[in-house]
Structure formats: structure tokens, C-alpha cells
Nanobody, 125 residues
């Protein structure tokens, strides 16, 4: 599956953004979908993930209560709604597809099979 992320931009602290990740192909529904982020000089960190059915979501502690992940099967798209953005949220955000989700590997980048190109999110003071 090929992924195309969009929706990044420049926003003031406290503001909101919605990221989108569109998947091509008919296999979107078979993948667990995740969002990661990577700031300059730092590792790629798990942000949020959602199961194939959309019935279960996972979040990193640092975004709980502020970010919401969702997916739309009809549009083969996964979303990341980000609110109350903080300066520390500045990073390149990547969406990724995980075929062999087992309930424990969702936050491990190397487990993912496909990655989008990334979209820059910059939060200013």
C-alpha cells in the first residue's frame, strides 16, 4: 500500500491541525495504521495508532487527550486530529501501515511495512 500524508503546516501554540493519510489500493482495510513523528536530531516516535476495524486506538502518553486518530474505510484515509498543540509537537509526522499487528508491536517503527513521505508540523509561540 502506498501512503500520502498531508495537512501539516505552521500553527501557533494552542492551535489545531488535522493530518490526513490517504492510501491507495484495496488493502487499506487490512492494515493497522499508525502515526509517528520525528524532530531534528531525535528518533522517530510513535504518536497514535488504530486497528483495522477502528475499534481500538493507541496513543503515546505525551498526546493523550490532545490528539485523536480515526480512519475512514470508504476513503481509505486515516486522520490525526491534533489540538492544544505545544512547541514540543514540532516535527515531521509520518503515517505508516502495519500488516502483522499483534497488540504489542504498534509502537515499533521497524515493524511497519509501508511509510508515507511525511508532513511538517511547526508550532510557534
Amino acid at each position: 500500500v502506498q501512503l500520502q500524508a498531508s495537512g501539516g503546516g505552521l500553527v501557533q501554540a494552542g492551535g489545531s491541525l488535522r493530518l490526513s493519510c490517504a492510501a491507495d489500493g484495496r488493502t487499506f482495510a487490512t492494515y493497522y495504521m499508525g502515526w509517528f513523528r520525528q524532530a531534528p536530531g531525535k528518533e522517530r516516535d510513535f504518536v497514535a495508532g488504530i486497528t483495522r476495524s477502528g475499534g481500538r486506538t493507541n496513543y503515546a502518553d505525551f498526546v493523550k487527550g490532545r490528539f485523536t486518530i480515526s480512519r475512514d474505510r470508504t476513503k481509505s484515509t486515516v486522520y490525526l486530529e491534533m489540538k492544544s498543540l505545544e512547541l514540543e509537537d514540532t516535527a515531521v509526522y509520518y503515517c505508516a501501515a502495519l500488516r502483522a499487528y499483534n497488540g504489542r508491536n504498534y509502537d515499533v517503527p521497524k515493524e511497519y511495512n509501508n511509510w508515507g513521505q511525511g508532513t511538517q508540523v511547526t508550532v510557534s509561540s
